[in-house]
């Protein structure tokens, strides 16, 4: 591994060393997405997280899963608009098309057959999509709605008595693909390390770690020898490549990386995440066995938005 990078504008840059863990000189880039958050609530925290849970399934890329969608965090009876135990719930697309395609599809098929549920717009400002502005049409015309303080809700009878849903909900400008690489010497102490880190990115709002249990062990590049293909295994962090790869990022101690995939409702919340994740890492120390955090880019080229890992952390920092 170099002692040293360059970075963007060009300057060398070395690598820093917190408490026997190393922090790459490089970024995580990450690109424009379409946002919203709905919440979802119902009779009990049980069945608001079964429709939560069901809602997000099969989100975890827009490569092939058409949004990105996770559970933010679950919500007290105090913080939902029907004094219910709730669950927050954010989802990400390419474009906020898709996203209203999504968003309809998973409420529908995931929320409404939910036992108990009710489901809310968890944004105000933005472009209105529709929640249950066509969802309603399941009533078969004995469907009603309300006005509450200038927002319309839909009641739709349903065998558990009615199926309440806000009838537009906001999409916003977003940020996707924030991320960080964490190499470790071997599988135990990759995953207890990307464990660690993804609670404490838990805890920040506004944010998801879209991939099961917030991981991802099949870190992509772009592109790929088969043309059919617009991503394939990231083959310089494969640790059964190093002796084959053109190029590989890892040393012979490297027997395991794991990726962290962010996605936030702004620039702002990826980066707190990102340093909330760091900062997990680096409170265990080198012993534990992450030894090396690094980032996925691509030059810049990907997208606007550049993660500094030294930055995030306000790197005066031993080397």
Not at 50 to 61: I, W
Not at 67 to 81: F, H, N, Q, V, Y
Not at 150 to 164: A, L, N, Q, T
Not at 299 to 306: A, C, S, T, V, Y
Request: with cysteine.
């Amino acid at each position: 591994m170099s002692a040293q990078a360059e970075t963007t504008s060009g300057a060398a840059e070395q690598v820093v060393v917190r408490n026997g863990v190393s922090i790459d000189p490089t970024f995580a880039e990450a690109f424009p997405m379409k946002a919203t958050r709905v919440l979802i609530t119902a009779h009990n925290d049980i069945w608001a997280r079964n429709a939560a849970v069901a809602m997000t399934g099969f989100a975890t890329s827009v490569i092939a899963c058409g949004c990105e969608a996770g559970i933010e965090r679950m919500l007290s009876p105090d913080e939902t608009p029907d004094g219910r135990p709730g669950v927050a719930v954010l989802l990400f697309s390419m474009s906020g098309k898709e996203l209203a395609k999504q968003l309809e599809r998973r409420v529908g098929q995931c929320v409404l057959t939910c036992p108990t549920t009710a489901v809310y717009a968890g944004l105000d400002d933005g472009e209105a999509v529709a929640l249950g502005k066509n969802l309603r049409f399941f009533g078969d015309g004995w469907q009603i709605s309300k006005m509450i303080d200038g927002k319309r809700y839909w009641r739709v009878p349903v065998m558990d008595g009615e199926f309440v849903a806000q009838e537009t909900t906001a999409v916003m400008k977003a940020v996707g693909g924030g991320n960080l690489l964490l190499l470790a010497r071997d599988t135990d102490a990759a995953l207890a390390g990307a464990e660690a880190a993804v609670e404490a990115m838990r805890a920040v709002p506004g944010v998801i770690m879209p991939f099961p249990g917030g991981v991802v062990r099949s870190g992509s590049k772009v592109g790929s020898k088969y043309a059919s293909l617009m991503a394939s295994t990231n083959d310089a962090f494969c640790p059964a490549l190093i002796p084959l790869a053109k190029k590989t990022e890892l040393d012979a101690g490297t027997r395991c990386v794991m990726e962290i995939v962010i996605d936030g409702l702004t620039e702002a919340d990826v980066s707190a995440a990102m340093r909330a994740g760091i900062e997990a890492i680096v409170a265990r120390g080198g012993d534990a066995g992450v030894t090396r955090i690094s980032a996925g880019n691509y030059g810049g080229k990907l997208g606007p938005f550049h993660f500094h890992l030294h930055k995030l952390l306000g790197a005066e920092a031993s080397i």
